[in-house]
């Protein structure tokens, strides 16, 4: 076996193997495409081609696809095979510069929201040289943009690069008033930690719910959960060792620096997380990296489940989210400096981060919305719904200071006074101490912590770089007119603490009384995507989008209708699998059940006839109640779900279905989950909480 240095990439087409296969010149029109956006030409392109064939065959690549990544979530793929009729009727393998660039997939069963008629099935694919290509089986990947045939995104990588592009933009407007004349670029980073649970696939299989909806449905409480804190961090058994073992192999062979692994609080949990990297490539990665997880586990006779919440009453799943600004000097722009200077203009860019988490809350709260993640968002366990960031004590007390132009004990003996005293250095330990809030500062990065464990991490960086583009839009423009740098920039940061600091909050996120608090302090508490997607067509989240390029209103309408669709999809999916496994699988199993309990008192009285038999009396009560119920709440849910398709209007569909639809299915769990507790456990139907949870011990 060969040692991780010598295999690792082995399967990118990156800098590296560029540099070995293309001709200088080429090498350096690519590179200059790669860095500065630059056009590529067709000659150009094609010497690219060509050395990404041979390189991709002689490594046993066959076909090659356009791969991207609509708004489903999951990447998708069009297989062709580089084989082309030679003169002589013989085979040659072939691959083109305008093969490599564009791609035109038939593209009518991907969801647009309305964007794409039907007549108007192509879209196209671009390629995205910022992203490298790999090899995934047999098949040379191509990261690339998907657009409809009039130029719109479908999408999640077109926006999320044009919100790159905005942030380079008013980032560095806001370098050059500090007097930064080289550096040419800023780039945000990230580092997004992926959590997920395993279990055995034969477990899997005996759970129509899991197998339909990714979640369990059922399923009465265990008589061990995560009471016992004893899983987090614990030693990983040798199953799911092995599988780790597996999974790192694949993902560094693609270059992806998978690095940390551990066990996370529920049993069966467990989390990843790589080295960080540029948004656009980390976005690439995750994807990547969700769909090897479950390849991987599919080897080893596991199942991955990437949903938010696949048991009820045990943690969900999030993938959180670390993001930074750094330049391509290296700086990164969320660090306290060394001098004076760099603390004002890091103590901007921190402003600019509180405003924009601030005034665009709804937006972040929209970008992580999913009928999955409503579960986890405001359950008693991952960040609440409602959006709040923590800065620690130490920065908090600066921004005080700050604020009120009162002394500040840490930095100086009078006032704190910008450009004059330098900062503090904010270590990890003492910013990281609270697991509970959505938007935490850990030192040198934020850690947005409500992305859903199944989702893309597009969304929220594309909200998260425009919304701080726009505050550094905000500040340029100030700045650039200001007759007094020095002071327009200190009014500016007091002014930003005052009107944003009831965004921050520094307490438990979980408590019942920041839930009031909230309120009072006039944030928003989405409890779930039909409550917060509305507001993504407000005027000023519509304004933020379009002002900085990063969607059209059109698209932006067609993502609205997208989200929301799947919504009521999902719901309405995971009602009638309800359905079917209760009428199909729970009743006649509780009815065997109750017969085989009263076979049991006849053949007992048979035999000793003053036998009370209190016992099995009161079982066959008690399950013949539950089965009434049972078969009533089905068909309760059975006529809500049926009246779910009468309504006019997408909106009011989606209200009906979080009322109706949701509260009806809740109804039918809760009978079956008690039936669960009293039929015997061999004439259960589906595998306990219990089997599943601790399936790979
Ligand atoms: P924890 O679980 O303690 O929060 P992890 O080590 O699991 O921390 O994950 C931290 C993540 O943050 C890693 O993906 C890491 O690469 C990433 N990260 C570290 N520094 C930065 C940075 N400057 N910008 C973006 N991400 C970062
Ligand atoms: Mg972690």
């Not at 009820?312 to 799943?317: E, H, L």
């Not at 009162?406 to 697991?435: C, E, H, I, W």
């Amino acid at each position: 076996m060969e040692s991780v240095p010598e295999y690792f990439g082995s399967l990118v087409f990156d800098d590296r193997v560029m540099k070995a296969h293309l001709s200088a010149s080429v090498y350096a029109s690519l590179r200059k495409t790669i860095d500065e956006g630059e056009k590529l030409d067709a000659k150009v392109a094609d010497a690219v081609a060509t050395a990404m064939r041979e390189w991709a065959v002689q490594h046993g690549a066959t076909h090659f696809t356009h791969w991207f990544q609509p708004l489903t979530g999951i990447t998708a793929e069009k297989h062709d095979s580089f084989i082309s009729r030679a003169p002589d009727g013989r085979v040659i393998m072939e691959f083109s510069g305008k093969e490599l660039i564009k791609g035109e997939p038939d593209a009518s069963s991907f969801p647009s929201g309305g964007l794409r008629a039907t007549f108007e099935a192509r879209g196209s694919t671009a390629w995205d040289p910022t992203s490298y290509a790999f090899i995934k089986g047999k098949t040379l990947c191509i990261p690339t943009a998907f657009c409809s045939y009039g130029g719109e995104a479908l999408d999640k990588k077109t926006p999320l690069l044009r919100s790159m592009e905005a942030l380079n933009r008013q980032a560095l407007r806001i370098l050059r008033l500090f007097g930064n004349t080289t550096v040419k670029h800023v780039a945000c980073n990230v580092g997004p930690e992926q959590e997920y649970f395993l279990i055995t696939r034969e477990m899997y299989d005996r759970r129509p719910d899991l197998k339909f909806t990714g979640r369990t449905l059922f399923g009465a409480m265990p008589p061990k959960g995560q009471e016992m804190d004893d899983h987090y961090f614990g030693s990983i058994v040798p199953k799911v060792a092995a599988f780790m073992n597996d999974l790192n192999e694949e993902l560094w062979k693609l270059g992806i620096f998978a690095k940390t692994e551990h066990n996370e609080v529920a049993p069966g949990q467990h989390e990843l997380a790589p080295i960080f990297t540029t948004t656009n490539v980390a976005t690439d990665h995750n994807q990547l990296t969700m769909e090897i997880m479950q390849r991987v586990a599919e080897k080893h006779g596991l199942v991955c489940l990437l949903h938010e919440k696949p048991f009820a009453g045990v943690n969900g799943s999030g993938k959180h989210n670390n993001w930074s600004i750094s330049t391509d000097a290296g700086q990164n722009l969320l660090s306290p400096g060394e001098t004076p200077h760099d603390d004002a203009q890091f103590l901007l860019f921190l402003c600019a981060v509180i405003k924009a988490v601030d005034d665009y809350q709804d937006l972040l709260r929209i970008s992580v919305a999913t009928a999955g993640n409503d579960h986890r968002l405001g359950a008693n366990e991952a960040p609440p719904a409602i959006v709040s960031m923590f800065l620690g004590d130490e920065l908090n007390g600066v921004l005080e200071a700050i604020e009120t132009d009162s002394p500040y004990a840490g930095v100086a003996k009078t006032q704190m006074k910008l450009g004059v005293d330098v900062l503090p250095k904010f270590n990890r330990d003492t910013t990281d101490r609270n697991r509970t809030s959505p938007f935490a500062f850990t030192g040198n990065k934020f850690e947005f912590r409500m992305v859903g464990s199944a989702d893309s991490i597009a969304c929220a960086n594309i909200m998260l770089n425009t919304a701080v583009a726009e505050s550094l839009r905000i500040y340029a423009d100030r700045l650039e007119k200001a007759d007094n740098f020095a002071d327009t920039l200190h009014d500016m940061i007091r002014k930003t603490i005052k009107d944003h600091k009831r965004i921050i909050f520094n307490g438990n996120g979980y408590d019942e009384s920041w839930i009031k608090e909230a309120a009072a302090r006039g944030l928003c508490n989405f409890r779930t995507t039909a409550d917060c997607l509305p507001h993504l067509l407000d005027a000023k989240n519509v304004d933020l989008l379009t002002r900085h390029g990063v969607y059209s209103e059109t698209e932006l309408k067609a993502r609205y209708g997208a989200i929301l669709e799947t919504y009521c999809k999902t719901i309405l999916i995971e009602a009638k699998t309800m359905l079917s496994m209760a009428k199909t699988q729970i009743l006649p199993a509780v009815e065997a059940y109750t017969a085989t309990v009263a076979t049991a008192a006849q053949a007992k009285k048979a035999l000793c006839p003053s036998l009370a038999c209190a016992y099995e009396t009161e079982t066959v009560e008690r399950l013949s109640a539950l089965t009434d119920r049972i078969a009533a709440e089905a068909a309760k849910l059975e006529q809500t779900v049926a009246a779910a398709h009468a309504f006019r209007t997408m909106e009011e569909q989606s209200v009906y279905i979080r009322d109706a639809v949701r509260g009806a299915m809740l109804s039918l769990r809760t009978p079956c989950d008690e039936a669960e507790t009293i039929v015997g456990k061999g004439a259960w139907p589906f595998p306990t909480y219990a089997d599943i949870l601790f399936s790979t011990r």
